[in-house]
């Protein structure tokens, strides 16, 4: 009985250690809390033979983790929607989607048109819409009450009180307040260079005022919170979530028109799991997994109803930030043309290490 026991426990292990082996992995690129542990265990108890390891980024660290590799190590990035066109015509990164795959009628369908044409190469789609939002303001308008735009970040009489974050976003939005349009010269170099150099000497000067400049959700949410900053740099989800602990912080679309967003769902070039990639995007677009994900996010998913599957303090937020005249006024990202992200870098190098 003993040899006989000893043998049946054998078998079970080798059963289980064999199932463990032949399990897929869903490598996934994407942003802090686009891949919230409570969704990961429920697709992983749909699909037992999937697993799934996430690993966070942002725009440009996915495509230099993607360029590094040549497009290998992840199964599923989530690049922005204006960060694909220009990084696979540089760096052949991704791979063309199977839009037979993906139950793209369930996706609101000017976010998915837009998507596409956005990242079309050749007759081929690389890109659909997962998440959007857009950038801008955010002020606890009990203390900063006449904030309006981009250009009050830097107004003296909140100095050491605002806060920004040294990305690209920044220069956009500040050459809008400069009254620039800085996607009407994408296709000029050299009038962009102009643009870049009077938008830098603006965030140099303002450096005397900014109290810091934030990188991650967490430490702009705390200085809001606690009234050290009054006035920031943001993305409307962060604003979202603090407008459900303190009304009185509220997402401040600038008059210039807040910039809209779009993440996507993306295929590297040299994943390994394309089945799992598709049945995770298609996982994502139920709306009971909508309303886990939104509350993770902030954001609204790509989805008709997606603000309605927002919880509901997400829905009052949106409401007190954005009338019908904001969202007429919103200026989507525009394609990243070759070469323009270097001469932002070099812009943001600038401003950094200016005393």
């Known amino acids: 009985m003993k040899l006989k026991f000893r043998a049946l426990l054998a078998g079970t292990a080798l059963v289980l250690a064999t199932g463990a082996a032949n399990a897929e992995t869903l490598r996934l690129l994407t942003w802090g809390s686009y891949a919230p542990d409570e969704v990961v265990k429920m ?18 660290e996915m495509i230099a983790k993607l360029r590094a590799t040549g497009g290998t190590g ?16 540089e760096y052949n990164i991704y791979k063309p989607l199977d839009l037979s795959k993906i139950d793209t009628e369930k996706m609101t369908p000017n976010l998915l048109e837009g998507v596409k044409a956005n990242t079309t190469i050749e007759g081929e789609v690389y890109s659909v819409p997962h998440q959007w939002g857009t950038s801008g303001v955010m002020a606890n308008m009990k203390l900063a009450p006449d904030v309006t735009g981009w250009a009050d970040l830097c107004d003296e009489k909140y100095q050491g009180r605002t806060s920004m974050r040294l990305r690209r976003t920044i220069l956009l939005g500040t050459a809008f307040g400069m009254g620039m349009d800085p996607f009407a010269l994408y ?51 962060t604003a979202f979530k603090l ?7 509220v997402f401040v679309p600038p008059a210039t028109g807040a910039l809209a967003w779009i993440d996507t769902f993306t295929i590297p070039r040299g994943g390994e799991a394309d089945d799992a990639a598709y049945k995770w995007i298609n996982f994502v677009l139920r709306p009971e997994i909508t309303k886990l994900m939104s509350a993770s996010t902030g954001a609204i998913a790509a989805v008709p109803n997606g603000i309605d599957l927002m919880p509901d303090d997400k829905k009052a937020a949106i409401s007190a930030a954005f009338d019908q005249s904001d969202i007429d006024n919103l200026k989507f990202f525009a394609n990243i043309p070759p070469g323009i992200e270097d001469m932002e870098g070099l812009a943001l190098e600038r401003i950094k290490a200016a005393n």
């Open 187 to 237: 296709a000029d170099p050299a009038a962009y260079q102009d643009m870049l150099d009077k938008v830098t000497e603006k965030l140099i000067a303002c450096k005397s005022v900014i109290k810091t400049y934030w990188s991650g959700g967490d430490d702009l949410s705390a200085m809001m919170l606690s009234g050290e900053v009054v006035a920031s740099e943001t993305w409307d989800s």
């Open 74 to 89: 992840f199964d599923l990035a989530q690049p922005s929607h204006d960060r694909v066109y220009a990084a696979q015509l």
């Open 43 to 60: 697709f992983e108890a749909e699909y037992p033979d999937i697993k799934v390891e996430v690993t966070f980024s942002n725009n440009e």
């Open 243 to 249: 407008y459900g602990e303190n009304p009185d912080i």
